[in-house]
Nanobody
Framework: QVQLVESGGGLVQAGGSLRLSCAASGIFFSTSTMGWYRQAPGKEREMVAEITSVGSTDYADSVKGRFTISRDNAENTVYLQMNNLKPEDTAVYYC??????????????WGQGTQVTVSS
């Protein structure tokens, strides 16, 4: 029922840019908090950026000034624009939603993840 599908990951050189997209279905998107999380090898999953239903944003200190999260409610899609990428940004990036599904269940939901690799 609920589906979060990430795209846009890949291999990029340090200093380059990448834009991730997450297309959501099966949820009440406009009232859900959306976020991007990442997990690097041997490390725990961490919050990268979040955006609420009213457009408030929050970022990890390590990405402030470089990453921008945005949402398009008409397209049920959340984006993560990543600029000035660094090797330490290498991780699997996951899309997360928190809110109600179309079957009226409140929960957090996760995408399958997309690999971002930044080479030096």
């Amino acid at each position: 029922q609920v589906q979060l599908v990430e795209s846009g990951g890949g291999l990029v050189q340090a200093g380059g840019s990448l834009r991730l997209s997450c297309a959501a279905s099966g949820i009440f998107f406009s009232t859900s908090t959306m976020g991007w999380y990442r997990q690097a090898p041997g490390k725990e999953r961490e919050m990268v950026a979040e955006i609420t239903s009213v457009g408030s944003t929050d970022y990890a200190d390590s990405v402030k000034g470089r990453f921008t999260i945005s949402r398009d409610n008409a397209e049920n899609t959340v984006y993560l624009q990543m600029n000035n990428l660094k090797p330490e940004d290498t991780a699997v990036y996951y899309c997360r939603s928190y809110g109600y599904s179309r079957s009226f269940r409140r929960n957090e939901y996760w995408g399958q993840g997309t690999q971002v690799t930044v080479s030096s």
